[in-house]
Structure formats: structure tokens, C-alpha cells
């Protein structure tokens, strides 16, 4: 439930929820186990608040600024970009009074991410990692990346996000998922051309993915049970036309005489977005969030002409 507070008033906002893994409603022998964390545009805890039990991909939906927070349960990773982008801090349950001296970032937060909880302790392995149990049994994906093309010289073996492969390796030219699905990027924090990895080998990500670089950061994709939907818009700021999708989509075009999308709201699982008709071209990995502007997201120039959802089981 999200609220939004005022002196003297209390609204209540309506409830958001989702079926994905990143959604931060999860029980546990019927336990609530979700997050709460309360945002206030002063320091000290002043002027308007925002109450968050959830994602938030963009804080100025709800406040003008950001310059304290309480977390009151659970854990949070904050980012001083919208989307999830930029300088991210982890905060467990306490008082920050000022965190923009406290965590370095110069205007305050702009996007946060609640940290699902696994078992009975709530977990991160990595800034917006998601590591959930379902039934006792672990989903996590595990990929290994090697330096040289075919599997040769050092490697790094991952089970969660990485938005900096040279802290490990040097360069990265091959890989193996060995479990579940990973997103690879050629650019450092999820940013640049993106690449979709199921459990498999691929011996020289160069030329199978068409990186001059090779992978420069990944995302592993959380496993996703339940209903997909996702809104798409003509327009950026979600104007035009619009349609809600549940299903794949191999043109939009051809369905809904659309001839552009440049924002979207992805209310459950996980999708593809390609440039071209058909699942070709370019593609770019949306998870549960809303995305007002592709082109603020680096992808200024690329129409989305289809989309896919992510139903590939961990294995």
C-alpha cells in the first residue's frame, strides 16, 4: 500500500500489485513479509513524506526531492538515477537524516528497489539482486564468464546482477549459463546494446552477439510464476494511443495499427522489447516498473516494433 502524506492529511493511494519476482508482496507460512520504507523531502525528516512498500522507478511522481528516509522493516537498494540507473546505496531497517552527505550522492534518490526476503531474513548478494526461495527450493541463475573466446582464461562465476565486469575480469568473451536466464550488456551498469542468455554455451560473445567489446555488465533474470501484463504507449510520459498486452506481440502494427512505443508500464513478469517486427533486431529487457521515456534510457533513435514475454524456466 502506498500512502502519501501531507501535515493534517493522509491519502491513501492505491494498492500496487504483481506476480513477479522483484513484486515485494511474499509470504512466508502466511507471514507478510514485505519492506516499508518512508521517504521525506527534507532533511531530519521534514515536509512531505512518501510511504513505499514497493518499487519505485521514479521518486518524483510523489516528491520533489529527496533528502531523508526511515527504514521501518526489511531492506532497500536506492539509486540517485530514475529506473533503477546511477550510484546505488543499501539501506537496512534505521534513520537517515541526510543521506546525500551520508551516501555521496548529490541530488538525493530518484528510484528504489525493496530486496525480496528469502526464508526469514531478507538477502542481497548484489545491489538489486533476486534471490528468492519458493517452496524451499533456491531459483537463482548462475552464469560463468571467461576472458578469452571458447571458455579460456580466468573466470568469474555469477549468481546475481553485475554492473562492472572489469571488477573481475579484464575483458569478457565467452560465457555458459548454467542455470536460469541472464541479460549481457556491452556497456558498464546495464547500459548499451543487450543480449538475451538461456542455459547454454557461448563461446565467443563478440561474434554471436555482435559486442566490439564483449559483455561489459549483466542482469540475471528472476524466474516469474504467474499472469503477465504490460501496458505499451504511442508516446512518451505514457500519451497515445495505448493497449495492455498479456500475451506475446509479433507486430504491433499489424494489431493495433501502432506505428511507434516509446513508453511502457510493466505491471507482472519479465519482457523482450525488439526494434523490428518478428522478434528481430535490437532488443531491450524490461522488468516489473514503469518506463516513461525510452529515449532517456539510452535507446534514443529505436522503435519497438514487438514484444515477448520471458517464460524460460531455472533449470
Do not use: A
Not at 171 to 200: I, K, P
Amino acid at each position: 500500500m502506498v500512502r502519501y502524506k501531507r501535515k493534517g492529511l493522509n491519502l491513501v493511494g492505491t494498492q500496487f500489485r504483481s506476480n513477479s519476482p522483484s513484486t515485494t508482496n511474499m509470504s512466508n507460512s502466511g507471514m507478510n513479509m514485505r519492506g516499508k520504507i518512508i521517504f521525506y523531502e527534507e532533511k531530519n525528516f521534514q515536509g512531505r513524506s512518501y510511504e513505499c512498500m514497493s518499487d519505485c522507478s521514479d521518486m518524483s511522481s510523489y516528491l520533489n526531492r529527496c533528502h531523508s528516509c526511515r527504514v521501518e522493516s526489511g531492506c532497500f537498494m536506492v539509486y540517485d538515477r530514475p529506473n533503477y540507473m546511477g550510484s546505488q546505496y543499501f539501506m537496512r531497517r534505521g534513520e537517515y537524516s541526510d543521506y546525500m552527505s551520508m551516501m555521496g550522492m548529490s541530488g538525493g534518490i530518484r528510484s528504489c528497489r525493496m530486496i525480496p526476503m528469502v526464508g526469514t531474513q531478507f538477502r542481497s548478494n548484489s545491489p538489486s539482486t533476486t534471490n528468492m526461495s519458493n517452496s524451499g527450493m533456491n531459483m537463482r541463475g548462475k552464469i560463468i564468464f571467461y576472458e578469452e573466446k571458447n571458455f579460456q582464461g580466468r573466470s568469474y562465476e555469477c549468481m546475481s546482477d553485475c554492473s562492472d565486469m572489469s571488477s573481475y575480469l579484464s575483458r569478457c568473451h565467452s560465457c555458459r549459463v548454467e542455470s536460469g536466464c541472464f541479460m549481457g550488456y556491452d556497456r558498464t551498469n546495464y547500459m548499451g546494446s543487450q543480449y538475451f542468455m538461456r542455459r547454454g554455451e557461448y563461446s565467443d560473445c563478440m561474434g554471436m552477439m555482435g559486442m566490439s567489446g564483449g559483455i561489459r555488465s549483466c542482469r540475471m533474470i528472476p524466474m516469474h510464476r504467474g499472469q503477465f501484463r504490460m501496458k505499451i504507449y504511442e508516446r512518451e510520459n505514457f500519451g497515445g494511443q495505448s493497449h495492455e498486452l498479456m500475451d506475446d506481440c509479433d507486430n504491433i502494427m499489424d494489431r493495433y495499427r501502432m506505428n511507434d512505443c516509446q513508453s511502457c508500464h510493466v505491471m507482472d513478469g519479465h519482457w523482450l522489447m525488439y526494434e523490428q517486427p518478428q522478434f528481430r533486431g535490437k532488443m531491450m529487457y524490461m522488468r516489473p516498473g514503469e518506463y516513461r521515456s525510452f529515449r532517456d534510457m539510452g535507446m534514443s533513435g529505436m522503435r519497438f516494433m514487438s514484444m515477448r514475454r520471458i517464460m524460460d524456466s531455472f533449470n
